[in-house]
């Protein structure tokens, strides 16, 4: 089994409202983008396996300072690692689609991560990749959805009316790394290209994409640790995190 990982950094962060990049801002000190470099380097499956392709997309204007961020975690990572910095596209879906052109021929397990979730658990990197290595050709984090969650329709100022509660028992709120036999996440890219023009019609992850061409997408147990950075308060709640405010 040959790993690599997709890790997207290429988005503006508009929701954060930083001055920089959102995968440039720093927690601890150090940026998003290297410490979920960091957790996916780190990362062994059962046996013994590790990321040994490191792709990386980032915004056009910030190549060189994400390259020579990521050429320092590579340098210091246990295992011999190729990095590659690839330009992003206009939504995350292209940036992954730009992300696998770049993948070495011998690469036949896909993960892909976004920066925006820093605080990844490298064992639960290990995991995803463990189940496809098991035989589940994709496979996605999920935690168990705290809140209930109610489907609504068109409404007008007032509101929205309620369609139906959604059992909360069925629900479960994905994370990243997703993980993928390469193949199958290829083919998904190149059937949903179309959709990743826009914000409006692209798919909000691979696995969805992999979804809409009816293969079977596995869910193993998530991790708090993997939240997503999208505002100003999740930045807050992970640098408590990295410092044992909060832990
Ligand atoms: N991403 C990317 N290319 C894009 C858009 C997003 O690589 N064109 C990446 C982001 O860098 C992030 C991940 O996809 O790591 C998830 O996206 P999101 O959390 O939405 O980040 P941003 O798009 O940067 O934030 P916002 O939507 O608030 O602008
Ligand atoms: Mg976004």
Same mark, same amino acid.
């Given at each position: 089994?040959?790993?690599?990982?997709?890790?997207?950094?290429?988005?503006? @962060?508009?929701?954060?409202? /930083?001055?920089?990049?959102?995968? #440039?801002?720093?927690?601890? @000190? *150090?940026?998003?983008?290297? /410490? +979920? %470099?960091?957790?996916?380097?780190?990362?062994?499956?059962?046996? @013994?396996?590790?990321?040994?392709?490191?792709? =990386?997309?980032?915004?056009?204007? /910030?190549?060189?300072?994400?390259?020579?961020?990521?050429?320092?975690?590579?340098? %210091?990572?246990?295992? *011999?690692?190729?990095?590659?910095?690839?330009? @992003?596209?206009?939504?995350? $879906?292209?940036?992954?689609?730009?992300?696998?052109?770049?993948?070495?021929?011998?690469?036949? =397990?896909?993960?892909? /991560?976004?920066?925006?979730?820093?605080?990844?658990?490298?064992?639960?990197?290990?995991?995803? &990749?463990?189940?496809?290595?098991?035989?589940?050709?994709?496979?996605?984090?999920? #935690?168990?959805?705290?809140?209930?969650?109610?489907? =609504?329709? $068109?409404?007008?100022?007032?509101?929205?009316?309620?369609?139906?509660?959604?059992?909360?028992?069925?629900?479960?709120?994905?994370?990243?790394? $997703?993980?993928?036999?390469?193949?199958?996440?290829?083919?998904?890219? +190149?059937?949903?290209?179309?959709?990743?023009?826009?914000? &409006?019609?692209? %798919?909000?992850?691979?696995?969805?994409?992999?979804?809409?061409?009816?293969?079977? =997408?596995?869910?193993?147990?998530?991790?708090?640790?993997? %939240?997503?950075?999208?505002?100003?308060?999740?930045? #807050?709640?992970? $640098?408590?995190?990295?410092?044992?405010?909060? &832990?």
């Amino acid at each position: 089994m040959t790993i690599a990982a997709v890790l997207t950094a290429a988005g503006s @962060g508009t929701r954060l409202g /930083h001055t920089l990049p959102k995968a #440039l801002v720093p927690v601890s @000190g *150090e940026p998003l983008v290297v /410490h +979920a %470099a960091r957790a996916l380097l780190a990362a062994r499956t059962a046996d @013994g396996a590790a990321v040994s392709q490191l792709v =990386v997309t980032a915004p056009e204007t /910030h190549l060189d300072v994400v390259a020579a961020l990521l050429d320092d975690v590579v340098d %210091a990572a246990a295992a *011999e690692v190729r990095l590659d910095v690839v330009g @992003g596209g206009r939504t995350r $879906q292209e940036s992954v689609a730009a992300g696998l052109a770049e993948l070495t021929d011998d690469v036949d =397990v896909v993960l892909v /991560h976004d920066a925006a979730r820093p605080l990844v658990p490298a064992d639960l990197v290990a995991r995803v &990749a463990d189940a496809v290595r098991a035989g589940h050709v994709a496979v996605v984090p999920g #935690l168990p959805v705290v809140d209930t969650v109610k489907r =609504v329709g $068109q409404g007008d100022e007032r509101g929205r009316p309620v369609v139906e509660t959604v059992p909360r028992a069925d629900l479960v709120a994905v994370q990243t790394p $997703q993980g993928f036999d390469r193949d199958v996440l290829e083919r998904a890219h +190149a059937v949903g290209t179309g959709r990743g023009a826009s914000e &409006a019609t692209a %798919a909000s992850d691979d696995a969805g994409l992999v979804e809409a061409t009816g293969v079977a =997408v596995w869910v193993v147990p998530g991790d708090e640790r993997a %939240a997503k950075v999208t505002t100003a308060r999740d930045l #807050l709640v992970a $640098q408590a995190l990295t410092t044992g405010a909060l &832990a």
